[in-house]
């Protein structure tokens, strides 16, 4: 079982809680009475632990909620979108979007408000466990984890099957501690049957083959019958990926 940990440092300062503070002295004062017994002492540390995790969970919660209005939303498309903070007006939209373009918009918002996230991985033979961890400089932290088959559509090998996996293992954990808005994936399955649709990788190899060939992206997606990249059927890759990989030899040969 193999791990791997990306990171993003916390910059906002941590302010100690008054009733900490005081307990502290309290414990100070008593560790230099040699009348006090063990078991006081024990007491006051487990109380002192107690108080500290609940106000490391208060300054969570605190920044967490002035934090989610400044976060993206995401659409089912993968298209990304800044509101204004408290309006409706749109200040950046980012179309086809990969985890990648979601982690630089959200990186700043989250260092604003002292908070980092990490994302922990756990491989089996056939099987890739993802961790999302979502840390507070006051010392209180959250975890979601999400596990998937390692995807072997489309003609991947096993690492960048593992790849992908991890890819949109990091993106659903990671919009799903952040509580990020992501709009209409309900219906995913519903829409593309039962295979869903393609993964990041596969979008971006579809991109590729696709200038490398010259080719319209949109009379592509008319032919794949779909409003965007995102939206192709994971059913379909091999094929569109056959396709583009012909015409791409057949440019190459002329």
Not at 90 to 119: C, E, M, R
Not at 182 to 198: P, S, Y
Request: net charge neutral.
């Amino acid at each position: 079982m193999s791990e791997a940990v990306a990171k993003i440092e916390p910059d906002a300062p941590v302010q100690a809680h008054p009733e900490t503070s005081t307990l502290i002295s309290m414990i100070e004062r008593a560790a230099r009475d040699p009348s006090v017994d063990i078991d006081k002492m024990e007491r006051l540390f487990l109380m002192h632990e107690r108080m500290t995790a609940t106000a490391a969970r208060v300054a969570y919660d605190a920044a967490f909620s002035a934090m989610q209005p400044e976060l993206p939303e995401i659409d089912k498309r993968g298209k990304i979108t800044i509101k204004e903070k408290g309006t409706e007006k749109v200040i950046q939209s980012t179309p086809y979007a990969l985890w990648d373009d979601t982690n630089k918009l959200i990186k700043p918002i989250l260092a604003k408000h002292g908070f980092g996230l990490s994302f922990r991985i756990a491989q089996t033979e056939a099987k890739i466990t993802t961790r999302a961890v979502l840390s507070h400089c006051g010392g209180h932290r959250e975890e979601a984890e999400f596990s998937a088959s390692i995807d072997n559509t489309g003609s991947k090998n096993n690492v960048q099957g593992w790849g992908s996996s991890f890819s949109y293992g990091k993106r659903y954990t990671g919009t799903a501690i952040l509580n990020i808005t992501t709009k209409g994936e309900d219906d995913d399955g519903k829409a593309a049957g039962a295979g869903g649709f393609i993964g990041e990788d596969q979008q971006a190899s579809l991109r590729t083959l696709l200038d490398a060939t010259g080719t319209d992206v949109t009379q592509f997606l008319q032919f794949a019958n779909a409003d965007n990249m995102a939206e192709i059927p994971a059913r379909d890759y091999a094929r569109l990926h056959g396709l583009l990989t012909k015409k791409k030899a057949q440019k190459g040969a002329k």
